[in-house]
């Protein structure tokens, strides 16, 4: 077995002997093959030393480890990164995260955590690399769509419903929404269908294994349109493995005309699956600042985990340029990413959500100008898939 090349970046000399000293216990597995005490000089030593694993301090001089990890994302993307820090809060995790890195260690750390992390880690991106390029050259009969966000409150779960329901009612498909945001998944509510069975219900019933046993844990929302809602309470994430979100995708697939999913913002491994597997990530953004760096740092992990341009095509939700903002400085700042602009009207979207009831199921919708938008963006999934 090769062994996995490590190199340490920390500016604190004792805590790279330290893990020096911890990986030196297995010269069997880990291999030291640098060591950095900023951001500049991992970028220079990369290409000379060849890691396959950076272990990251996430405050360090001169480049600090957060922006250092961005550049590796970009630049040797099959680089795996590991933040180190004495920060444990999520926002800090998901920040790393954002950043491209593919987990996140508290120090002080315990010797059996950090080398199980590191081990867990590499085998996790190498076994992904595998599995990315076999779903590559897989052919399924579906279409699989996912709207992504790395912020939350930017309307995706919206989109998602009001894009399905009219994939299903004037093009005619038949369409499977899954809401496959775990902890806080709200497509029911949307609807107005807080108390039907759910993902969870279906895996705790050990009913994943065909669509025969999954058909009846979905929700028919019209004739060409069925649901598979999100759990209701955050913490069953816990109880809803990668393996089962990847039988129902896979048993239902060969069933429908389009998948559409929506997801959770993170990188775990469900969305990790879900993100590999779609045909076309739709990454919705709004026109706020902030969330349009977090887009940005979101599309270049996207970058990093082997997706091209044709996979993700950034959708912004919510357009309004009366906010500092303007049109031409999202298009030059995105290019080729950008696919679809929604515009804000927010007294629609707030009633609508508010009665449970999709603007997008009137007959009137492209009467409206954020209906004919979402049906814009409908037809455009078409001419990506010719």
């Known amino acids: 077995m090769n062994k996995i090349r490590i190199l340490i970046a920390d500016d604190i000399l004792e805590t790279t002997t330290l893990i020096k000293k911890i990986l030196s216990m297995d010269k069997d597995t880990f291999e030291v093959v640098g060591e950095a005490s900023n951001g500049e000089d991992v970028i220079k030593l990369i290409p000379k030393v060849k890691p396959d694993v950076v272990l990251m301090d996430i405050n360090m001089p001169v480049l600090n480890g957060l922006e250092a990890t961005e550049q590796i994302t970009n630049t ?11 920060q444990g809060e999520n926002e800090y995790l998901k920040k790393a995260m954002l950043y491209g890195a593919k987990e996140y260690i508290i120090k ?53 419903l009001n894009s399905s329901i009219i994939l299903s009612k004037k093009f005619n498909k038949k369409v499977l929404l899954l809401d496959m945001d ?3 998944g709200d497509i029911c509510i949307l609807i107005n269908q807080i108390n039907q069975k759910n993902i969870l219900d279906l895996v705790d019933d050990g009913q994943a294994d ?27 994430l816990e109880y809803i493995s990668r393996d089962s979100v990847e039988k129902i995708i896979k048993n239902c697939v060969k069933h429908y005309d389009i998948l559409m999913i929506d997801t959770g913002i993170n990188f775990n491994d469900n969305t990790l699956f879900i993100l590999d597997y779609a045909h076309t990530i739709l990454f919705v953004s709004t026109m706020e600042i902030v969330a349009l760096k977090n887009t940005r740092l979101g599309l270049n992990v996207m970058q990093s985990l082997g997706y091209d341009k044709n996979k993700v095509k950034l ?17 030059e700042t995105f290019k080729d990413n950008l696919f679809a602009m929604i515009p804000e009207k927010e007294k629609i979207v707030s009633v609508s959500v ?11 919708y492209n009467k409206i100008k954020i209906g004919q938008a979402i049906e814009s963006l409908c037809d455009g999934l078409f001419v990506l898939q010719r």
């Open 76 to 86: 040797f993307p099959e680089v795996i990164v590991i933040i180190m820090s004495v």
């Open 210 to 236: 065909s669509y025969e046993n999954i058909s009846p844990y979905l929700y028919k929302y019209n004739e060409n349109l069925d649901i598979l809602f999100a759990p209701g309470k955050p913490e069953a």
């Open 354 to 364: 508010n009665k449970g009831q999709p603007f997008c199921d009137s007959d009137r």
């Open 108 to 160: 002080p750390f315990d010797v059996d955590d950090l080398v199980e992390t590191i081990r867990v880690t590499h085998a996790k991106h190498k076994e992904r690399q595998i599995n990315l390029a076999s779903r590559q050259e897989q052919t399924r009969d579906g279409e699989v769509v996912t709207f992504f966000s790395s912020k939350g409150g930017v309307g995706k779960s919206v989109l998602a």
């Open 315 to 331: 959708v912004i939700n919510k357009m309004n340029t009366s906010y500092g903002i303007s049109k031409k400085d999202v298009e």
């Open 182 to 184: 775990l902890q806080f």
